[in-house]
């Protein structure tokens, strides 16, 4: 069952030398696997790596999966479960910043990732330019961080305020947050591409995990 | 907690100053925000503000927030609640109009926003136009209104219609109504950004607060 | 050469018997198609018909194709050439509308050839919604034809106008006439899909043939 | 309550004169109408006119009509609700064709609607391109038809190829069967638009009422 | 050739009631237009009303015109000519504001016509978000205005930012200014419509005059 | 009831000659066919082929038309039910490879038809290019198929891989996996519509059927 | 400059163990490569394979590179051109069919690529469904292709029409024919992805070569 | 004319504290900018900062801005114009790929950017996964390098292959490369965001000098 690089389950070839290649574990994605699919999976990881991350679980997922794997831990919030040692040691931190209190449940997702791959990390949430002001007591976290998630659904335009005062390497998530024609994150999404402020890239629409990911490649 | 112009509750920073600086105070946006939030955030405002709006409130979200806020009123067919005083005092009136029945609810979301902000507001519904000729005896009506908001899904043809007979500012709102090839609404956001008549606005897809927060801003 | 029902010169097979199928000869659409193509296919034609029509024809090539054929007329407004004898013989008029006087070139490509395939043809040209007023001494003219052809640009609201007035079939044709997001003639060809008046139907943007062809079949 | 030329029910105008002015009375479309509404409007309707039609009427809610209105019919198979007196007398029939089977409730809402206004109806289900040579039997019955309606989801093939054999006007109806890229009915409403055979056109994605409506006016 | 509110020329029909009914004369739209339309419309205008406007008009047109119409003034950065006398008496100031330098042919062209029409005009070019602080020294002019044109391609962001300091109403113009994903303006449209700061509204993408028009219509 | 070539059950028209003509039997298309309609469907097919395929079934249809067809077989990972003789015989194999776990279902769509019409199947399943060095072990076996299915969503990237190396034809089918600005499998078909690699065609989303049945014809 | 399998001229990395590999050489895709680079490509390609072809190749950059490379062959129609020996000896042959007349080039493309890899070819030019009666006396040259290239703009029904008689595999190749809604030929495209008629599959929009090369990857 | 923090030239705000605030100057944007508007803020500029680059200059805008600016050095084939002095001082180096040779233009506005600024560049260019193999010598260079820019067009399947194997951060810059279904960077942009591989980011279409920008601020 053991390949070049990866174990062979048929319906799954886990990537055990990801690590190795990319300096991160495989992240296990939840949906479209069945129960036990997830079961067997955790089980294999669980001898040949440390740490085991599961995105978008759904909590009753969890319940099941807990029963038989007592170590996972499960930030609701972030839908994303744990099992392993997190890390605190670096230097510096990452700033996680959203527009609302409706994209919270992304900007987690980045966040705890980060935390737990022994990140240091400081959030503002809820300072959308409907009131930007909101954001002068944070000008100086906001300059000192060593790289900045900006959360932002609507019409994304916090991304292109920070990018317009931060030196540090800025990452747009775009959220499917608002109505009508946010279009489940289209607009978020192009006006984040279509910055006209300089130091920004971007990734899919409620990638929060995709942008703690990154993050962590340049704060390492 | 409190910063400059803004109270910081963590998950949300409360614009307290938003009165001052745009002459409306903030409102509440419902969706994507837990019970537990809504009732903080009314909480905090209360200590700020004469007046708070939360907006596509859902009734049985209403019935919880009532037991704790008694002062809260609902509209429900607007989706709107309203804690405060309403002021009657200006002169002129704005003009509410929807192509069909089912806008309505639409276009009470800017009327009672109006009416709550101390506008007079009259209403024309269902005057859509394959029967056009169902405008005749409000002509006079619609000719002195200080603003207008036009309502309607589909092909939203009314707006250009009621913009070639009105000599004040037409405000457009396309609803998500029809079927097919109106796609939740473009059909009627793109007639209405393309009106062949002068003197018209557009708005966002269903975004009967925003064209009246805007009716009022003309009126006031 | 000759196989049933169709002339094959390889490059073309020419549907000599479309006449018999469809009551109308199959019409040569010029783009796409080499002058020395254009010039075998009427040759052949010719011995087969009594009517040939290209279609979206420039004056250039027309001039060319002259040069051999005597008697083929040109239409340039329509972009339309004939060759044949008018007919002249319906009752019944067939009636083209124009929201603006861009749409023009697209209903004279209508109207011309309803004309020569022997239709009454009455024109109102520039009587868009901006001044829905231009339409009053129309109305009994409107009431009485036979078949109606709207051909509208922007948000093309006046088909919806002409069928909520007029009890006779309206074919709608959207024109590319705007600009930003009428997006080419999107805009009106989706307006006109959704108009909120029964009675009308569409043809693709710019199809004016095409809604000349449907309209003569309907008064035949 | 009583206006020109309709009756002012405050949520709705009902147009009376739309007989009068159309030949047709207006039909009911019931989405986005609550029942307390539909009972109103067909209260006031019955007043004025010998005939009601009310348009995708769901089950439940014809139930709770049928109690007050009698002798309101209802086809469940066409979502069309009818009172009024059934009329039939006129010459020629209107031809019904699908392409599947899925587009049969699409078909039965034209095809009775044309039924129920005094037109002879011929249905042929299932003849989709897949397997051509199911149309041969047909082939008469297709070219004597007086107009004919072609309803097709998919690719909606049929549409051009109905319209290369038959003489008659040809109203395309493209509906939502299909997955994928079929995207809910807009690759059937574009095939049908771009349509290589002249003598079609095309109303709105699953519109068999407008279809049938308009092939009515043809007939007529 | 006079008929009830309009001048009846075939090609057009002059709606020089325009006036009356909405305060403002029609503006005619030159691209579509042959020269000789255009002379004639002119020629004919000029009898009814003291002001003609005509937007979009090229460099080489405006000079033929000239020739026969010697009072025609033309303002090339904005396309737009006119003919008349200018009008300067009203209080307050309407407050054109663009993101880029690029985005100026556009605002001259809301700032041209509302000058012409009478209104006093401040412009603040090129303070887009990616050096907000450039709106530092201009915050009281832009507090003071009566209303705000934002001219924004890109994601253009900037109407939140004004939106969210600024209390009178607020006109976003996006412009097709920008490349790749802005697609030529849809991007900033999409992000104007989805503002999260409530007081704005939108126009069709590099409709200049039409801002002017509706600002015109909220100073009058 | 027997026409030429078909049989005429109203609803539907069987096309029994399809065999004859194409080599494989018509294909029942479950959804939007009512349980009548498919009980009807079968009993008749079975009258003339030896081979029913129902594709797109649910498990609780297929329970209940079980009581009916006792020889039905029902494969619930690939929703498609199976009357008939399987046939082992051919040389050569089909090979079917899957980006990811979730691809799986439809994957086997392709892989059960392919072995009931007597191919020879084998699987790779998620091998996507987030860990490309699990190709590597099955090389040979990717370079000796007789024709390829590469099933994917996401980016779909592993289609141009697997084309890069492979010297047999290979098919691609979009799948609908993936989130935000995958789009329900639109990015994932315009990636294999787009393949650098030559040697690769496309089907519709989630279509392993028509990939099975293609590939049926190629190894034929 | 030689690594493994590719040489490295460093703007390009000619892939020379291609035809080793998938059992034909690299195509050199001539947009966006300067014709200095072409020179330099041909010149290292003719070290390493006898055969090269050029695709999109304009006429003037063809007469320059002929210059220096005498053997070039040239195929204008098809934008193609060749150097090597040509290859006659499989039994069998590929049809490639068009709708339209516009269609051609590009399955000259399909055709002179599958002629110069030593396959028959049968061409079958402008039978689209307008009058599908002209495919009558093609029918056995259809049924007995080994494989089938279905060219067509527009609508692009063919392909349902020819997959719905033929027994081989088919490829369609959806062309930019057609204006207004064929939106640049997504709507064939379209067509082509849910043809109704199981056994096709689709390539990009004009990739006519990608046709050829999947033909003949199936007739091999 | 000094404001806080820029110059205001009027139709343009310099904003010269950008470099005190983002660690870099303002990067000038040629496109939609005259020459003589040009030639003023360059003036200007050279007043503020030592550094001054011009994006997407033409080469005959720069022909002329080089008479007055001596010091002007132009990359013609990444349309950047530069003025200063050239840093070369970082350890590590940043990573160039592009998948074709038409993508290089693009490539070398990030690279000749970061060179500019300081930075180590290498470059691997057309290797994209038509041909995978040609990745492989230059793997330890993949995996060395501190930041990866990877450039593609068509599907842009080089991103996902690149993130798979290599521990850096990695910038993906979609390109207009293509024709047909890759709309012009639609399709490589779509394909990059939803890439399966983690630890990639997105910039907007044909972007190099934003991914240069990025990677900048990470190899800082």
């Known amino acids: 069952m053991k390949n070049k690089g990866f174990i062979n389950l048929g319906f799954v070839k886990l990537d055990v030398e990801r690590e190795k290649r990319k300096g991160l574990p495989e992240i296990i994605y939840a949906p479209g696997k069945t129960i036990e699919q997830l079961k067997k999976i955790i089980r294999e990881f669980k001898k040949h790596t440390n ?5 978008r679980l759904e909590n009753k997922q969890f319940k099941i999966l807990k029963k038989e ?9 972030a839908r994303l479960a744990f099992f392993g040692k997190k890390n605190k040691e670096r230097n510096g931190y990452c700033l996680v910043i959203t527009a609302g209190t409706s994209d919270i449940p992304v900007a987690e997702e980045a966040a705890i990732f980060l ?5 240091n990390v400081e959030r503002i949430y809820d300072v959308g330019v409907a009131g930007v002001h909101r954001l002068e007591p944070f000008r100086k976290k906001i300059r000192q961080a060593k790289v ?6 609507m ?3 916090l991304l292109s305020i920070i990018s ?3 030196p540090a390497p800025i990452i747009g998530v775009p959220t499917s947050v608002g109505y009508g024609a946010s279009f489940g994150g289209i607009t978020a999404l192009l ?3 279509n910055s006209c402020a300089p130091g920004s890239v971007c990734v899919n629409i409620d990638n929060g995990l995709g942008a703690g990911y990154f993050a962590h490649l340049i704060n390492k």
């Not at 935390?115 to 990140?119: P, S």
């Open 51 to 55: 740490l085991v991350f599961i995105s």
């Open 69 to 77: 794997h007592k170590g996972l831990e499960f930030f609701e919030s």
């Open 115 to 119: 935390e737990l791959m022994g990140n």
């Open 148 to 153: 900045v998630i900006v959360i932002a659904g």
């Open 155 to 157: 019409e994304a335009a």
């Open 164 to 166: 317009g005062i931060c």
């Open 191 to 193: 006006g984040m591409l």
